[in-house]
T-cell receptor
């Protein structure tokens, strides 16, 4: 089966600019996650979707981050405006059921300068 | 959020040696996962554990769900160069709704 697709792979922007990341999960996976992984740390959950509804966005900085999953398939994560501390890898993952383990995409490496 | 402590933080071993790493928490977990992450890639699931005391193998990898439900262990036997990477544990707490990831163990295998 095809894996989780993410784009772009790399993005460099200046602080205060906006940026968007795209994720296409594995077909049939109802649950989709966005994680932020800062260099040297483990992934941290930003938002979890079940189909097109938000299950948990308690760790999403909502003043600058937003995410949507229209039609319960693809998802986009947006940062506006970006700060230096947003430099990280943004990982998308999907699962058939939440406790079954996630399949991660290759991530988008964001550098804010 | 939940804190998962992984140790050791990094390991440098000779090819052929066995490796042991662990993940501990102050909270009780219902599920433990072990992932490996190669540079520039997302984590890849290695082993999933669902019951206290459970011992599960995947090739040369063996993981155990601690009987206290507050820890998990990963062993790699007869390491090879392609075992190089960062190993993460992830736990689903008894009273939570998401997986929390550990800080990672970086493994270097010297040929």
């Amino acid at each position: 089966e095809a894996g989780v697709a993410q784009s772009p792979r790399y993005k460099i922007i200046e602080k205060r600019q906006s940026v968007a990341f795209w994720c296409n999960p594995i077909s049939g996976h109802a649950t989709l996650y966005w994680y932020q992984q800062i260099l040297g740390q483990g992934p941290k959950l930003l938002i979890q979707f079940q189909n097109n509804g938000v299950v948990d966005d308690s760790q999403l900085p909502k003043d600058r981050f937003s995410a949507e999953r229209l039609k319960g398939v693809d998802s986009t994560l947006k940062i506006q405006p970006a700060k230096l501390e947003d430099s990280a890898v943004y990982l998308c993952a999907s699962s058939f059921q939440p406790l079954g383990g996630y399949t991660f995409g290759s991530g988008t490496r964001l550098t804010v300068v | 959020g939940q804190q998962l402590n992984q140790s050791p933080q990094s390991m440098f071993i000779q090819e052929g040696e066995d490796v042991s790493m662990n993940c501990t928490s102050s909270s009780i977990f219902n599920t433990w996962l072990w992932y490996k992450q190669d540079p520039g890639e997302g984590p890849v699931l290695l082993i999933a554990l669902y019951k206290a005391g459970e011992l599960t193998s995947n090739g040369r990898l063996t993981a155990q769900f601690g009987i206290t439900r507050k820890d998990s262990f990963l062993n790699i036997s007869a390491s090879i160069p392609s075992d190089v990477g960062i190993y993460f544990c992830a736990g689903y707490p008894n009273t939570g709704n998401q997986f929390y990831f550990g800080t990672g163990t970086s493994l270097t295998v010297i040929p």
